[in-house]
């Protein structure tokens, strides 16, 4: 059984999967209460687990906290959202079109190396310090990214499916429609994951500059008066936020892809 | 006489290579008649899916020209129906929606459609698949939707390039008995590609032998079978001859190649 477990590729049982995920969560609580608890680390520097707790109740009962997620969630989804909205048809576009490929590629890669942060400061001189700059350091950390990879997965289709397709008398429109569209899909969908994923990190770079409000601001404000367990508490929501998300990525992906599965 | 239905006219293809140019295909001419089931026998790399791709119109001929009951074939279309050796069936599809896909492009109505697809599940025998995915296949299967979904469009002529290349000899054999069933219902024009002498004889009214690269015709031999062939006729003299000196012509090609 144990020579079983680190076998590479082989299946391990169900629970075992799951304990060991827990046992993870577990380890890491630990390790941190024995720093804390122990007294190796000064509890300025690492509040302790309860301490972090109470916080956090108090804050969800003072309530402050909850617009701060609300308004920080609407920047992050606005910003993916236009982010995938431009950046989906474009990969699309440029995995199934050479000619789209060789006119965007090359600028994309050449971009993406770019790091937002630095253009918070162009951001704010040419949109000002509304909601707009805020999305568009989340829109200008994710969309480059996306982008490619959305024209990685449009490219691995098997040129074979489009060929049949072809004989069976498609248009290139219905090739784009019916075939390019549907086997894509899946691929879109992981990529929508991960992409969002890091638009959750670039939200508190946008909102440490010339914010007023959000999880980023809040943080940085503890900062400020030297509170660890209202920047650890912060850490925490956004790290479930995006754990939660990914989590309905996930769901969406097997409720709608289960024609991927072997038992239908 | 028969009427010819394909004519291969002078089809040459030739392929830029960093090392200059690549002679895939000699010129080559024959023809398809109307109802005949032709196949194409010769080493790997020789050429004969290269034929094949340029009467589906999916390549272009480097010289020559393809006519399709008369008509010059210049791109890709629902008259050709064609069968991949990979699978290439749409994985999101049903058994149902995948053979009649050709039919959706066309607009034909779903009533119908799904009319027409049951027809050619019965005649693959997978009656009751109609709701499984590709996923849930066997390879011989999916091959078998495959010729369905191109049945189901009533192209002219169907085009397979080596369509059981992928399967087990078991399930390759079983296919072919299938495939020929298949034909002695639709009574389709076939040309079908293979490396498989044995196929080519159990399958073909006629074989086509491709030499190795460039591809040519070698040799055109028609099979002095009687229809309907049974699984039992692979044992017969006449089969055992002809494989003999098929296998002698492959052998020769391939040594030239290896």
Redesign the interface.
Known sequence: MFSRLFTPNKEIPRSIYIGAGIASFVAFVGIWSLLSYGGLVNPLFLPAPDVIWKTAVNQFIDGEILSDIGISFSRVALGFFFAALVGVPLGMLMGSLRIMEGAFEPIIGFIRYMPASAFIPLFILWIGLGEAEKMAVIFFGTFFQLTLMVMDVTKNIQNDLIEVSYTLGASKRQIFRKVILPASLPGIVDTLRITFGWAWTYLVVAEIVGATSGLGFMIMQASRFLKPEKIIVGIIIIGLLGMIIDLLFKALYRTSFSWMRKEG | MDTAKLIIDQVGKVFPTKSGEMVALDQTSFSVNDGEFVTILGPSGCGKSTILRIV???EQPSSGRVLLDGKEVK????D???V?Q?Y?L?????VEDNIS??L???GVPKKQRLETAKHYLNLIGLKGFEK?????LSGGMKQRV?IA??LA?DPKIL?MDEPFGALDAQTRTIMQEILLKVWEESRKTILFITHDVDEAIFLGDSIYVMTARPGRLKKNIKVPLDRPREFSIKQSLEFLDLKNELLGLIREETLKVI
């Open positions: 589906a119109g999916l791109e890709p279309g629902p050709r129906g064609m991949f990979s290439t749409y994985p999101w599809l049903s896909f050709g959706e492009l066309k499984h995915y590709p996923v849930q495959a979904r191109a469009n085009l």
